[in-house]
């Protein structure tokens, strides 16, 4: 099977997998961690309606969908700040010299979320099926390789929940996309927005020191 179906199975038969990806489903969704996570916490909410699922994402998200899938949303939100808090602490230096951390954001789930919590689409998607991804903003991962995938995330590339449903606004074609966000635009920290162009190994050492700089494990 195609590499794109790889998330049928969560989405037809959740029940029968027992490995720990899956964190919850019922009869509307499956709510997984990705098995190739570009953060520390990296989640999938997949619908299990085959109408829904087979569907693309900017065109089958709507407000109906938005109001119904809603709720798991803010589940897996929560469920990221738990993982977040009992593995780390935020380093109390930081506080000095990075005003946007201003506090203990470990201790103030809307806060967290607010400012580390990214939840949306990509406006191509890689797999079969439809996926919402909740993730934590550190991009602070092995599975994180290339230019591609952080640009799928940092980038218009990706769309954000709050700006669903896009209505009748045209993004282009998907070449046009693809090339345009995750070949051709610049690698951007997403800590302090320095531009590292085409350079994706300084970034994703930038990446290891700005997140040792956040957090330190408990």
């Known amino acids: 099977m195609s590499w794109r179906y790889a998330l049928k199975h969560y989405v037809t038969n959740p029940e029968t997998i027992d490995d720990g990806t899956v964190i919850y489903f019922d009869d509307k969704v499956s709510i997984i961690k990705d098995s190739f996570p570009k953060s520390e916490c990296h989640l999938l909410i997949l619908p299990r309606s085959t109408q829904l699922s087979r569907g693309h994402p900017t065109k089958v998200i709507d407000?109906?969908?938005?109001?119904?899938?809603?709720?798991?949303?803010?589940?897996?939100?929560?469920?990221?700040?738990?993982?977040?808090?009992?593995?780390?602490?935020?380093?109390?230096?930081?506080?000095?010299?990075?005003?946007?951390?201003?506090?203990?954001?470990?201790?103030?789930?809307?806060?967290?979320?607010?400012?580390?919590?990214?939840?949306?689409?990509?406006?191509?998607?890689?797999?079969?099926?439809?996926?919402i991804h909740i993730l934590s903003?550190?991009?602070?991962?092995?599975?994180?390789?290339?230019?591609?995938?952080?640009?799928?995330?940092?980038?218009?590339?990706f769309i954000d929940w709050d700006d669903l449903p896009l209505g009748k606004k045209s993004l282009g074609s998907d070449k046009d996309i693809e090339t345009k966000y995750l070949k051709n635009h610049d690698l951007v920290c997403c800590y302090c927005h320095e531009n590292f162009s085409n350079k994706f190994t300084s970034l994703k050492k930038h990446l290891e020191l700005e997140f040792n700089d956040h957090f330190e494990l408990k």
């Not at 738990?82 to 780390?88: A, S, V």
């Not at 005003?99 to 470990?106: A, M, V, Y």
């Not at 903003?137 to 590339?157: E, M």
């Open 63 to 131: 407000s109906k969908f938005k109001n119904e899938f809603g709720p798991y949303v803010h589940s897996a939100t929560n469920y990221i700040f738990r993982h977040m808090r009992d593995k780390f602490r935020v380093k109390k230096s930081v506080h000095d010299n990075d005003p946007n951390w201003d506090g203990d954001i470990l201790e103030d789930k809307d806060e967290f979320v607010r400012k580390f919590v990214q939840i949306g689409i990509h406006s191509v998607p890689s797999m079969a099926n439809l996926h």
């Open 137 to 157: 903003r550190d991009f602070h991962s092995v599975r994180l390789k290339n230019k591609k995938h952080y640009n799928s995330f940092n980038s218009a590339f």
